[in-house]
Nanobody, 126 residues
Framework: QVQLVESGGDVVQAGGSLKLSCVASGNIHTIESMGWYRQAPGKEREQVAVTSRGGTTNYADSVKGRCTISGDNAKKTVYLQMNALKREDTAVYYC????????????????????WGRGTQVVVSS
């Protein structure tokens, strides 16, 4: 129904850069937020960066100053530019969206959903 596809993960030397992308498709009326999360082996999944309706953005302290999230709600696309990568950035990066679908009722009511991508691997080597 709704699918998120991430790309851009790679093996990169410490200090290098990567740009991740995520494209959402399917029956989506409105995207409320789009974001990036990551999970390293043995670690909890953590929020990296999120952009929401109204243009608000939030970054994890660990990536502030090194990462920039950008997106196009109309195109259902979100990017994460990552610079000055560190070994600690090694993880599977997941795209996530909060979105709505129309119910079909004449009052225009909608239902809220969320979706996850399948992940893209980022490996930062020394």
């Amino acid at each position: 129904q709704v699918q998120l596809v991430e790309s851009g993960g790679d093996v990169v030397q410490a200090g290098g850069s990567l740009k991740l992308s995520c494209v959402a498709s399917g029956n989506i009326h409105t995207i409320e937020s789009m974001g990036w999360y990551r999970q390293a082996p043995g670690k909890e999944r953590e929020q990296v960066a999120v952009t929401s309706r109204g243009g608000t953005t939030n970054y994890a302290d660990s990536v502030k100053g090194r990462c920039t999230i950008s997106g196009d709600n109309a195109k259902k696309t979100v990017y994460l530019q990552m610079n000055a990568l560190k070994r600690e950035d090694t993880a599977v990066y997941y795209c996530h969206i909060d979105y709505t679908q129309l119910t079909g009722w004449p009052d225009g009511s909608m239902r809220k959903y969320d979706a996850w991508g399948r992940g893209t691997q980022v490996v930062v080597s020394s």
